[in-house]
């Protein structure tokens, strides 16, 4: 774990006395060196310190870490899939968020995803079709955002990335372990790009220490760096339209569907706990709600002094969860194609109201979706489907904060492993799409919220998230990758920290415990061995795993104004000052 020293500013002033920069003022001369990065691979975070270290802001260092994290780190995240960011203005105080979810084709539709005799595809079927690749938004998206938090030039960004994929870098134990276990299984090796890429020429995976280069990735920078639209419009945007339009199911996507794409600057989804602020993405994302939901149920309980020793409060948070998850299944979408109730969602009253459905002592037999009072008529809820959506675990997490106290928190993703297994260009198309429900309705034939449609955005449960202080200061950046899980992952640190006064590598090597529905996921390696029969005794029903896919990263801001970072074990991250 690193420490820094620097002057976190609170909105108002720095511990120095002298005013913050303003963004058109940063881009006029460098930053102060400090900050720290936390992420999922040390080469990545040696982009972004690379970065700091030069001036950079917490934005410059996020558009570094995101180019290395896609050449290093493919299965999670890359140039070809997308991400949300919130990022807190040391200048102004204020947190705002960025929109770069993938959008469907115009020539989507509801039924995308049925096969010839109306069934839901089966998993790979699903995931790895050209219908599955949504418009790539995430190098769009931090265009948008540096365009106003840079510090230095766009061009300049890219330079670790170019180095690294020229020069060549080392698979990694979790790349190699991968491409062993899981390339073949699921079919990257049927794409011929993707094969010769991943795989050697007698058709064995890449091994852990190989040195892989990557020249086209290199050329597909420094295109970027050129144009930040070069995704979108031009030669590159061409070959991502023929890649979605290969067999197997060719997708719908053209070229005026990526020209068309623009990534978004949205107000982020903030509400008090206790003395301090939370604020995470809005949707299409469904982590502000689904954070912002557990957490404020979970004020109106009383957790014991014995934090994460004591079972019932492992209860009371499983419990929250539920309820929270229960919500977010039925009312979260894109907001732009359905109504989504945030306000009720999170009111006050209602949160409370779903919190007195909590027993200290008997688990909730099954949890239910609200209604929030006042928000849906009767016959508008009789209209919402209960959901089938079935997202996978993927992606990757990075936080970040710079010299003058300026922060990043960004998840980011192609979504399931090595994403849609659509390779050109040196990098992987995502297959978000499938972040949908697979089939457009329920068992009685209600349509779904998150339904497929031409232009909507897959709802996602990314949850990037920061921590305001009761003075509007930085406190704390978190998230994780994990598919739904992200927002139960999310959640543990924010309880472990906030509620039961851990340090973030302790809220983050706690046993990840994942309540959607009925059956309760628990880390089972890492859980105190009288958790699990305690939790059943309440009535939970228990499913003990081996792993939990989590990449946790967290930067936190000490009383003394110490930068203080943790990284999830589960992965390869890191957390490192410049």
């Known amino acids: 774990m690193n420490h820094l020293i620097v002057c976190l500013f609170v909105g108002l002033m720095a511990c120095s006395g002298a005013k913050a920069p303003t963004p058109q003022e940063t881009k ?43 050449l290093v780190e493919p299965q999670s995240s890359g ?13 102004s105080g204020k947190v705002s968020s960025f929109d770069g979810r993938e959008a469907a084709p115009a020539g989507a539709n509801a039924d995308m995803f049925l096969s010839e005799d109306g069934k839901a595809l089966g998993y790979l079927e699903a995931i790895n079709s050209g219908r599955a690749v949504g418009v790539p938004g995430a190098i769009d998206m931090l265009a948008v955002a540096h365009s106003e938090y840079g510090a230095l030039p766009w061009e300049a960004l890219f330079a670790p990335g170019i180095k690294l994929a020229e020069e060549g870098f080392t698979v990694s134990p979790r790349l190699a372990a991968l491409l062993k276990g899981y390339g073949h299984r699921a079919q990257l090796d049927r794409n011929a790009a993707a094969r010769a890429y991943f795989f050697l020429p007698d058709g064995s995976a890449l091994p852990e220490g190989y040195l892989r280069k990557n020249p086209d990735y290199a050329a597909t920078l420094r295109a970027i760096s050129a144009n930040p639209r070069a995704l979108l419009e031009g030669p590159i945007a061409a070959d991502i339209v023929a890649a979605a339009h290969l067999d197997p199911r060719p997708g719908t996507l053209t070229l005026a569907d990526l020209k068309g ?26 982590g502000g709600i ?21 079972p019932q409060n492992w209860h009371y948070f499983i419990e929250a969860q539920r309820l929270a998850y229960a919500d977010r299944d039925l009312y979260v979408a894109d907001s732009a194609f359905v109504t989504v109730p945030l306000k009720g969602l999170l009111n006050s009253a209602y949160l409370k109201n779903r919190a007195a459905l909590i027993s200290p002592t008997k688990a909730i037999f099954h949890a239910e979706a609200g209604p929030p009072k006042d ?14 959506t079935d997202e996978v675990p993927g992606t990757s997490h990075f936080s970040i904060v710079d010299g003058v106290g300026n922060v990043v928190s960004m998840t980011t993703t192609v979504e399931s492993a090595f994403g849609s297994k659509r390779f050109t260009n040196g990098f992987l198309l995502n297959n978000q799409l499938t972040d949908f429900a697979r089939y457009p309705y329920d068992e009685a034939g209600k349509p779904l919220a998150n339904a497929p449609a031409p232009g909507k955005h897959p709802r996602s ?98 009383p003394d104004g110490v930068l203080i970072g943790g990284a999830d074990p589960r992965r390869e991250g890191v957390a490192l000052e410049p």
């Open 28 to 70: 006029a001369g460098p930053l102060p060196v400090g900050g720290m990065v936390a992420a999922a691979n040390p080469l990545a975070v040696e982009a972004g310190l690379d970065m700091l270290r030069q001036g950079g802001s917490a934005l410059d260092a996020a558009v570094a870490v995101q180019a290395v994290l896609g």
């Open 375 to 388: 928000v849906f008529s009767p016959e508008e809820m009789e209209e919402r489907g209960k959901d089938n």
């Open 79 to 91: 140039l070809g899939g997308g991400s949300f960011l919130v990022y807190y203005d040391a200048n």
């Open 461 to 558: 449960s990314m949850s990037p998230t920061l921590v305001l202080d009761k003075d509007g200061g930085f406190y704390m950046a978190t998230g994780s990758p994990g598919g739904n899980s992200i927002i139960a992952y999310t959640a543990k640190t924010l309880v472990g920290v906030l509620a039961w006064g851990l340090s973030p590598q302790q809220a983050i090597d706690l046993p990840n415990v994942v309540a959607r529905g009925d059956v309760t996921r628990i880390e089972g390696p890492r859980a105190d061995p009288a958790l699990i029969p305690a939790l059943v005794a309440m009535g939970h029903q228990i499913k003990a795993t081996r792993g939990e896919n989590s990449g946790l990263h967290i930067i936190l801001a000490g």
């Open 261 to 286: 794409y623009h990534a978004q600057k949205r107000e982020a989804v903030c509400r008090p706990f206790k003395n301090r602020q939370i604020c995470s993405a809005p949707p299409p994302s469904s």
């Open 290 to 310: 689904a954070i912002n939901s557990i957490m404020g149920i979970l004020e109106n309980i009383h957790f014991s002094d014995a934090g994460a020793k004591d």
